[in-house]
């Protein structure tokens, strides 16, 4: 406890400045963390309103509100902008606020460049959001950017590819941030193997950032110069190809579906234990796992494109070394569930999101498994049934992880506990219009529905408004966190520094909330 | 600065407590790439002019923020702690960097060992070449089944590409020994070894101009001609740039060399540069035997 003292008296010496000002120059690890929450959260509700006019379309067929144009419009500004808008800041702003105090760190490593990773960000999404008033529109390929179709669009081109660059930039930084401040900065002995299982997982997520944003931003680079200075890397007339395109982005696209889910799979790590008043369960293999994730997860592109005609030897190798990645993802299942067996559990907010998380993941996790069989594939590819698997993963896993994140560290970022009440509201409302939602679009792939349509047969209709209706429940749910959150930043039940009675970890012992600065004398780790 | 320079109660790391620089390198990113963007499609006559802005922004943050690190640096702040941030990020920006290229020689790889003999009719391609491209020949260099930039004549290796990879390996020795000589306390033999390194640089982005003029005007080589024409030209000016970064950064070395910067332990700056330079060489004999000569 006595770096609670130091740093109570540390808090007294530097004050936050005040103002505007404040926030455009920090080098504090806690006030960009809070940024790029905040950014999260508004770039979530902008992406979420895009898929609330996808389902106002398909509630009806025979095209009722939009046109088609537009309505592809927003089904890839939709993907765009909650993979690099809404996850991938959230988990980053995660990383800030909890890294350094997980770890014993003043701060992260390179102060200023934390900066400037996070205030790319609101300038990116300003040119990507400009497509939308632009001449042509938006851009209308898909999150995935296929050429020739993304190569066809109007004056928003240029900015979309701008906008990637700037993400990727801004990726980069922050990863390399990242990876410095966990090798460099814990605390005397916090071995690496004594990290709790989140750093663990934001270590490798930093890699697989590092290894992939720089493939992503020279593929876009190519589309570039093919549309404006005469190239030919992607058309069959000058020797380019097409499928180069879908193996540069896929090579890219495969490892950031994992960026998506390994800080995940490191905050259940850290929920599970707490609510279960237990230690988890195979630490290590926790980690061995995460790291077979990561270097499989750079060797199953393929798995995206098996209807491009790949020779079947590539197919084959793609198939296997993709149901492969089952193993090490069932391990880290296993263990969390023999981690609650016996414990003396309790459903807390976070606790409801992460027991939420284990199922519904595994069911995308399943779905994944099944795409993953070339002769199968070959029917539901392209369907509502991809649909239905990447949001099972990405929702019911990386986002409601990130929810069950926000829940178990706000008593700690805020000193007050959120409404129980309200946050179990959300829980309740939240996972069962997800699987409103997300669960009849299997159906409607297997039964032959395709993706990205404005429009749809008869035969459909029913389903359709099924999962409309979930979608309208799961998003209007989320004005009760937006609320929860809120006022558990201006008031509630005073929080101690231990929030929860089963957390471990360096950030709990901490007082709540934690001083500006913390760990400014870095805790004896035994 | 509004700066604490002794950073009271950090420990022994140095943590600055303010930063101007990052916003002024987002208004200026966002300056350029908008203003790109405007520019390339002429949506506007100001596309230009926004870009010029923007990097001119750029150039001041850069020297702004450099600048802050260097006299923070020489003022003895930064502890072996601090030191070993820098080593770690240096180290895996250049690992970026090494994927950013690996993205173009994957696709160059790619196309030459795949779609190239697919597109003549190799493994299941058969009907595929028979229907749609019958007079396809798959020999490299190729500017695809449509001939699109017209004939054209590829760069033959040994003439300005072999000498530049001397210049270049040359280069790389002449670093080496400018920096062993610093550690050595030589600064005078450091200086000499180390302009030695920017003029060699210099030399070889000199020759490359000459050579994508000669591209150009005599071969008929042109970014149009096809993939051979793409990915030489991707390659050898994304390195191009790389090196041409590199010289600016040797030569503000060699600027705080002059200065008087630097001691026989504390000089990661130019270690960080020196490896960045080696990174150049490495990618540029990867160029050399995938690009020229194979």
């Known amino acids: 406890m006595s770096s609670e003292v130091l740093a109570h008296e540390h808090a007294a010496e530097h004050a936050p400045p005040r103002g505007f000002m404040r926030w455009i120059t920090t080098t504090n690890h806690k006030d960009i963390g809070t940024m790029y929450l905040v950014l999260s959260l508004i770039m979530f509700f902008v992406g979420g309103a895009m898929a609330m006019v996808i389902r106002a379309q398909l509630f009806r067929p025979d095209m009722q509100l939009v046109t088609p144009l537009f309505f592809n419009q927003m089904a890839t500004m939709h993907g765009l902008i909650m993979i690099f808008g809404a996850v991938m800041p959230a988990f980053v702003g995660l990383a800030n606020w909890m890294i350094p105090m997980m770890i014993g760190a003043p701060d992260m490593a390179l102060p200023r460049l934390n900066n400037w990773s996070f205030w790319i960000l609101p300038f990116a999404f300003t040119l990507l959001l400009i497509t939308l008033f632009l001449p042509g529109g938006g851009p209308q390929g898909g999150w995935t950017m296929y050429v020739p179709f993304n190569l066809q669009l109007g004056y928003g081109f240029p900015f979309m590819i701008f906008a990637i660059h700037l993400m990727g930039i801004s990726s980069v930084m922050g990863a390399i941030n990242i990876i410095a401040t966990i090798l460099n900065m814990r605390a005397p002995g916090m071995t690496l193997m004594k990290m709790p299982l989140f750093v663990w997982a934001w270590l490798i997520t930093a890699y697989l950032l590092i290894a992939v944003m720089p493939v992503l931003a020279g593929g876009v680079t190519m589309q570039l110069l093919d549309r404006y200075f005469g190239t030919h890397f992607f058309s069959v007339a000058g020797g380019g190809s097409p499928i180069l395109w879908e193996h540069v982005f896929w090579f890219f696209g495969h490892p950031e579906v994992y960026i998506m889910i390994l800080p995940a799979f490191g905050i259940i790590s850290e929920i599970i234990p707490t609510f279960s008043r237990k230690p988890i369960f195979g630490y290590r293999s926790m980690v061995y796992a995460l790291a077979s994730i990561a270097f499989l997860s750079f060797i199953v592109w393929g798995h995206h494109m098996f209807v491009v005609g790949m020779p079947v030897a590539a197919d084959l190798f793609f198939m296997f070394s993709t149901m492969l990645i089952a193993v090490p993802t069932g391990i880290k299942i296993f263990n969390w569930v023999a981690t609650m067996w016996k414990g003396s559990l309790t459903f807390e907010t976070p606790m409801l999101f992460a027991v939420a998380f284990i199922v519904l993941f595994t069911i995308g996790g399943f779905s994944g498994v099944m795409l993953a069989l070339v002769p199968a594939d070959f029917q539901y590819n392209n369907s509502y049934f991809v649909v239905a698997h990447f949001h099972y993963v990405l929702v019911t896993g990386a986002v409601f992880a990130i929810m069950a994140a926000v829940y178990y560290w706000l008593p700690k970022w805020t000193g007050h506990m959120y409404n129980e009440f309200w946050g179990k509201t959300h829980f309740w409302l939240s996972a069962i219009a997800a699987n409103v939602l997300y669960f009849p679009m299997h159906f409607l792939g297997l039964a032959g529905m395709p993706r990205r349509i404005p429009d749809y047969p008869l035969q459909f209709a029913n389903l359709n408004m099924v999962v409309s209706i979930g979608g309208f429940v799961f998003g209007l749910s989320q004005l009760i966190f937006v609320a929860v959150i809120f006022s558990c930043v201006r008031a509630g039940k005073k929080a101690e520094a231990r929030a929860w009675e089963g957390a471990r970890g360096l950030e709990w012992t901490l007082p709540s909330p934690v001083p500006y600065h913390s760990f400014s004398t870095p805790p004896e780790i035994a | ?294």
Not at chain 2, 37 to 57: E, F, Q
């Open chain 2, 1 to 294: 600065m509004a700066q604490n320079p002794s950073s009271p109660g950090s420990g022994s790391y140095y943590l600055p407590h303010s930063a101007p620089w990052p916003i002024v390198g987002s208004l200026g990113l966002f300056a350029f790439m908008l203003g790109a963007a405007l520019w390339l499609d002429r949506l506007t006559p100001v596309g230009p002019i926004v870009m010029v802005v923007g990097a001119l922004l750029l150039i001041v943050m850069k020297s702004g923020w450099f600048g802050t690190v260097i006299h923070e640096s020489e003022s003895g702040l930064y502890n072996p702690r601090v030191d070993r941030t820098f080593r770690w990020a240096m180290a895996w920006f250049i690992f970026s960097e090494v994927m950013f290229f690996g993205a173009f020689f994957g696709s160059l790889f790619y196309e030459r060992v795949f779609m190239i003999p697919w597109l003549g009719g190799a493994s299941n391609s058969f009907f595929t070449h028979v229907v749609l491209w019958p007079h396809f020949l798959a020999v490299w260099p190729t500017n695809g089944p449509a001939h699109v930039g017209g004939a054209f004549h590829p760069m033959p290796a040994w003439g300005i590409p072999a000498i530049n990879t001397l210049i270049l390996l040359t280069s790389a020795v002449t670093v080496t020994i400018s920096l062993w000589a610093l550690k050595a306390g030589k600064r005078g033999l450091s200086k000499i070894m180390l302009l030695l390194t920017i003029l060699l640089g210099a030399s070889f982005l000199g020759m490359q101009a000459h050579e994508y003029h000669h591209a150009y005007t005599h071969f008929n080589m042109t970014l149009g001609s096809g993939i051979y024409g793409a990915t030489f030209y991707i390659l050898t000016g994304f390195h191009g740039l790389h090196v041409t970064l590199g010289v600016i950064m040797l030569t503000v070395i060699l600027m705080r060399l002059l200065k008087g910067h630097f001691t026989e332990e504390h000089h990661f700056a130019f270690e960080a540069v020196s490896w960045y330079w080696h990174f150049v060489d490495v990618v540029w004999l990867g160029l050399f035997v995938f690009v020229y000569w194979l």
